[in-house]
């Protein structure tokens, strides 16, 4: 893993008057070998805590997005965030979470219930959906 982070001119997409709030960014991913989820989590000060971890079973894209987005979350609450801004590529789990799409794969409902429960832990929580490009 690289710690430079090359583009961090990204970062000037947001707001700088968010003096306690947390920004996370997650991903899955899907290849030969395997799918992995990645997290990045940026505080206040603009430390960067990357995560990154091999999932060792199978699953579809979207279990692996939200895994991603649920491993971001508990690193979160582990760091005892209460403002966190969440984005993430992934338009299914963002639009699920926020309640506006329905999830009807049931191997997801359990995922979006759990990520609800999480959410009881912040003052405030937004998603936002960025585009994959």
Not at 12 to 25: A, M
Not at 45 to 51: A, D, H, K, S, V
Request: glycine fraction near 6%.
């Amino acid at each position: 893993m690289q710690p430079e982070f090359p583009d961090e001119e990204i970062l000037s997409l947001f707001k700088e008057d968010d003096d306690d709030t947390w920004i996370l960014f997650f991903d899955g991913s899907f290849n030969a070998l395997g799918h992995g989820i990645g997290a990045l989590l940026i505080s206040p000060e603009r430390q960067y805590i990357p995560m990154t971890a091999r999932l060792c079973f199978d699953c579809t894209n979207n279990i692996a997005e939200y895994e991603a987005c649920v491993m971001g979350i508990r690193a979160a609450i582990d760091f005892k965030v209460k403002s966190l801004k969440i984005y993430g590529d992934s338009a299914l789990v963002i639009h699920q979470i926020r309640g506006e799409w329905e999830t009807r794969d049931y191997k997801l409902i359990p995922y979006q219930a759990y990520i609800k429960g999480l959410l009881e832990y912040f003052d405030t929580v937004t998603f936002q959906h960025i585009s994959r490009e």
